[in-house]
C-alpha cells in the first residue's frame, strides 16, 4: 500500500466551486505539504504544516486554505475555483527527525476547473 | 530570492551516459536533492547530497556538487529507456524550516 495517498486523483469542476483535496500518510511523518505543479514549471509550495496545530503558508497560498485534521490528514480547500487553478496538485510529507529530512511524495491529483 | 535553474530537455541514446545540470542560488542550502517523476506518477527522490560532500554515487547515479559555482549534476551511466522521465533538482536550507526550493524539471529523452 502506498504510504502517501492522494484523492481524487482526478477531477474536473467548474468556476466557483468548492474543492476539497485530501492526502492521508502512514508513515508516521509529522510534517505535511501541499504544492502545485504547473506544465513547464516546477513546484511550488502552497501551504505546510509542521503538526496538527501548525500551518504555514507557503509561495502561493491566495485563494487556497488547508486543514490538518489529524498528524495523517491534511486536506486543500479551493473555496471558489477558478480556471488559472487548474493544475497538478502534490502532498508531500517529511520527518523533522531525519537530517536530510527527505520529502515523499503521494501520486498527485489532476484539477480541472472550466 | 531563492531560485534553482535547469535546462528543460535532454535527448540522449540508450546506453550512452546523461548529464543533467542545475544551478542554485541560496548559499546555505543544506541537502540538494534529485526527484524523478515518471508520467502520471509522484515525484520520487533518486538521491541526495549533503551540503559539505563534492560526490556521491550510487550506482549508476553520480551526483556531482560545485558549491563555490551552486551548480549541481546528476550523471546516469548507462542511460535505458526506463530512464525517460522529468527530474527536478531541489534545494533545501533545513534548519526550522525545510521548504524545498524545485527546479523547472529537466525532460530526459532517451532514444532507442
Known amino acids: 500500500d502506498a504510504d502517501v495517498t492522494q484523492t481524487p486523483r482526478n477531477r474536473i469542476t467548474k468556476t466557483g466551486k468548492r474543492i476539497m483535496l485530501e492526502c492521508s500518510q502512514t508513515?508516521?511523518?509529522?510534517?505535511m505539504y501541499w504544492y502545485r505543479q504547473d506544465p513547464g514549471l516546477g513546484l511550488q509550495l502552497i501551504y505546510y504544516?509542521?503538526?496538527?496545530?501548525?500551518?504555514n503558508k507557503g509561495e502561493i497560498s491566495d485563494g487556497y486554505s488547508v486543514s490538518r485534521q489529524a498528524q495523517a490528514k491534511f486536506s486543500l480547500s479551493l473555496e471558489s475555483a477558478i480556471p488559472n487553478q487548474t493544475a497538478l496538485y502534490f502532498c508531500?510529507?517529511?520527518?523533522?527527525?531525519?537530517?536530510?529530512?527527505?520529502?515523499?511524495f503521494g501520486p498527485g491529483t489532476r484539477l480541472l476547473v472550466l | 530570492g531563492e531560485d534553482v535553474e535547469q535546462s528543460l530537455f535532454l535527448s540522449v541514446r540508450e546506453g550512452d551516459s546523461s548529464v543533467i545540470n542545475c544551478t542554485y542560488t541560496?548559499?546555505?542550502?543544506?541537502?540538494l536533492y534529485w526527484y524523478k517523476q515518471e508520467p502520471g506518477a509522484g515525484l520520487q527522490l533518486l538521491t541526495y547530497?549533503?551540503?559539505?560532500?563534492d560526490m556521491k554515487q550510487d550506482q549508476r547515479l553520480t551526483v556531482l556538487l560545485n558549491k563555490k559555482d551552486k551548480h549541481l549534476s546528476l550523471r546516469i551511466a548507462d542511460t535505458q529507456t526506463g530512464d525517460s522521465a522529468i527530474y527536478f533538482c531541489?534545494?533545501?536550507?533545513?534548519?526550522?524550516?525545510?521548504?524545498?526550493?524545485f527546479g523547472t524539471g529537466t525532460l530526459l529523452a532517451v532514444q532507442p
Open positions: 547530497i549533503f551540503s559539505n560532500m
Open positions: 531541489a534545494e533545501s536550507g533545513g534548519g526550522a524550516t525545510n521548504k524545498l526550493i
Open positions: 508513515k508516521g511523518h509529522d510534517r
Open positions: 504544516s509542521f503538526d496538527v496545530k501548525d500551518i
Open positions: 541560496d548559499s546555505s542550502s543544506t541537502y
Open positions: 508531500a510529507t517529511s520527518d523533522a527527525r531525519q537530517a536530510q529530512e527527505t520529502q515523499y
